[in-house]
């Protein structure tokens, strides 16, 4: 009796595992058709289906090189609200989001009509030029960092964009007293 109650463990255990290992990898067929499941919670923001926005930028310098991939890494796939969009540049330093679009531009040259210690505005701890010059956009550099750094918000859009962006450059780029000249 013992030797007969082997011999069915022996048979029916492989049977069973076998039964169980091809119902889990080929399914039961329960739910085949049902849609996959949602998963509650927000999803992580994408970039915005634009076009891809054409950027102007200046030669990358030895100090943007070092300076700007500390600014870059750490940009939000989301600004105010707008997605971040596709740039077309020759530096890797250029980030844009939504439309009209909001740029920065990291290792740009000096703002043409900045004087040290005269027409520079502070958000949050870091010192701007502002340039209203063109009437289809505000550019603000950040003049007080190793490297400028530029933010291009269109005119029809407050200095939120450059306030958001602020505590960050401060982040990644530490302060350093502006300097005359280049």
């Given at each position: 009796m013992r030797r007969i109650a082997l011999i069915v463990t022996a048979v029916v255990v492989p049977v069973v595992v076998a039964l169980v290992v091809v119902v889990r990898v080929l399914g039961d067929g329960a739910g085949a058709d049902a849609p996959p499941a949602e998963v509650a919670g927000s999803s992580a923001p994408q970039r915005a289906d634009?076009?891809?926005?054409?950027?102007?930028?200046?030669?990358?310098?030895?100090?943007?090189?070092?300076?700007?991939?500390?600014?870059?890494?750490?940009?939000?796939?989301?600004?105010?609200?707008?997605?971040?969009?596709?740039?077309?540049?020759?530096?890797?330093?250029?980030?844009?989001?939504?439309?009209?679009?909001?740029?920065?531009?990291?290792?740009?040259?000096?703002?043409?009509?900045?004087?040290?210690?005269?027409?520079?505005?502070?958000?949050?701890?870091?010192?701007?030029?502002?340039?209203?010059?063109?009437?289809?956009?505000t550019v603000w550099t950040a003049v007080d960092r190793s490297v400028y750094v530029e933010i291009r918000v269109p005119a029809s859009i407050d200095s939120a964009p450059v306030t958001a962006l602020t505590t960050h450059i401060a982040k990644a780029l530490p302060y350093q007293e502006p300097r005359a000249g280049k």
């Open positions: 634009l076009p891809v926005l054409p950027v102007q930028v200046p030669p990358v310098t030895p100090a943007a090189e070092d300076a700007c991939p500390e600014v870059m890494k750490g940009l939000p796939l989301e600004l105010m609200g707008e997605q971040s969009r596709r740039v077309d540049s020759d530096s890797p330093f250029a980030y844009a989001w939504g439309d009209p679009p909001v740029v920065l531009v990291c290792g740009v040259d000096r703002p043409a009509g900045w004087v040290v210690g005269e027409s520079a505005l502070q958000i949050n701890g870091v010192q701007f030029y502002v340039d209203t010059h063109d009437p289809d956009a």
